[in-house]
């Protein structure tokens, strides 16, 4: 299936990877989709934004009353966005344990299907969203099986990169890393969220280095955020609009 996705001139595509799973991309990813949600779109007539989601894997669902996979993290992500969609639209491929999803795929005796991934997010620009934000599941190099990784996809698809980085010992080496993987993919990542939710020792001498070390602004800080809507304020949007 090839669909002929609309020109929107102010149509960006970001894809929010991590350092490691479990590191905060859902609640960044919502964060900024709230943020966009409420800006307004340059050089057009349009006063906010419309901000589509796309969750294009997930592990670690629970069966709904209805027969049907729900994955949390997709659902989050579908409440924070202002545009009409479906659950399926949003997270194509689901798995109900939460474990690898090439594991989780291989027990299902279902491959995961790539061109699904691909065909879905092309279903979806073709909605003419002014953004559409994409978010990864587990780290850059999340495999799919087959040899092949989710990161092809943000590849195929020309996203821009967003890293979210687990503040927590080791992240110095884990975003530096992440960062050069992305880099060498051929793909722009066009900045990086500290994202410290546990308590870390040094936390601020560690965002002070990675500062240093990661050639791209520093995009938000999270800690105990009270709301989305208080995380969203705090996101820096001017490269990102």
Same mark, same amino acid.
């Given at each position: 299936?090839?669909?002929?996705?609309?020109?929107?001139?102010?149509?960006?595509?970001?894809?929010?990877?991590?350092?490691?799973? !479990? /590191?905060?991309?859902?609640?960044? &990813? #919502?964060?900024?989709?709230?943020? *966009? +949600?409420?800006?307004?779109?340059?050089?057009?007539?349009?006063?906010?934004?419309?901000?589509?989601?796309?969750?294009?894997?997930?592990?670690?669902?629970?069966?709904?009353?209805?027969?049907?996979?729900?994955?949390? !993290? /997709?659902?989050?992500?579908?409440? &924070? #966005?202002?545009?009409?969609?479906? *659950? +399926?639209?949003?997270?194509?491929?689901?798995?109900?344990?939460?474990?690898?999803?090439?594991?989780?795929?291989?027990?299902?005796?279902?491959?995961?299907?790539?061109?699904?991934?691909?065909?879905?997010?092309?279903?979806?620009?073709?909605?003419?969203?002014?953004?559409?934000?994409?978010?990864?599941?587990?780290?850059?190099?999340?495999?799919?099986?087959?040899?092949?990784?989710?990161?092809?996809?943000?590849?195929?698809?020309?996203?821009?990169?967003?890293?979210?980085?687990?503040?927590?010992?080791?992240?110095?080496?884990?975003?530096?890393?992440?960062?050069?993987?992305?880099?060498?993919?051929?793909?722009?990542?066009?900045?990086?969220?500290?994202?410290?939710?546990?308590?870390?020792?040094?936390?601020?001498?560690?965002?002070?280095?990675?500062?240093?070390?990661?050639?791209?602004?520093?995009?938000?800080?999270?800690?105990?955020?009270?709301?989305?809507?208080?995380?969203?304020?705090?996101?820096?949007?001017?490269?990102?609009?």
């Amino acid at each position: 299936m090839n669909l002929k996705v609309p020109f929107i001139k102010s149509m960006k595509k970001y894809f929010i990877t991590a350092t490691d799973t !479990d /590191a905060g991309k859902t609640f960044f &990813a #919502c964060a900024l989709v709230t943020a *966009l +949600s409420k800006a307004s779109v340059k050089n057009t007539g349009f006063s906010t934004s419309k901000v589509c989601v796309y969750k294009p894997i997930s592990a670690g669902c629970t069966l709904s009353k209805t027969g049907h996979l729900v994955n949390e !993290d /997709a659902a989050l992500l579908l409440a &924070a #966005c202002n545009m009409e969609l479906s *659950l +399926s639209q949003v997270n194509p491929i689901a798995f109900e344990p939460a474990i690898a999803p090439h594991i989780a795929a291989q027990l299902a005796h279902q491959p995961i299907n790539f061109s699904l991934i691909k065909n879905t997010y092309d279903t979806l620009c073709a909605l003419a969203p002014h953004y559409m934000i994409t978010e990864g599941a587990g780290g850059w190099r999340l495999p799919l099986g087959n040899g092949k990784y989710l990161s092809e996809f943000a590849k195929e698809t020309e996203q821009e990169v967003i890293l979210v980085v687990n503040m927590k010992l080791g992240c110095l080496n884990h975003a530096v890393l992440t960062y050069q993987s992305i880099i060498n993919d051929g793909l722009v990542c066009v900045g990086w969220v500290a994202n410290a939710y546990k308590e870390m020792p040094y936390l601020c001498e560690n965002i002070a280095e990675l500062k240093l070390l990661l050639p791209i602004p520093l995009l938000a800080e999270f800690s105990h955020e009270a709301s989305i809507d208080k995380a969203a304020q705090k996101i820096t949007l001017k490269v990102l609009i």
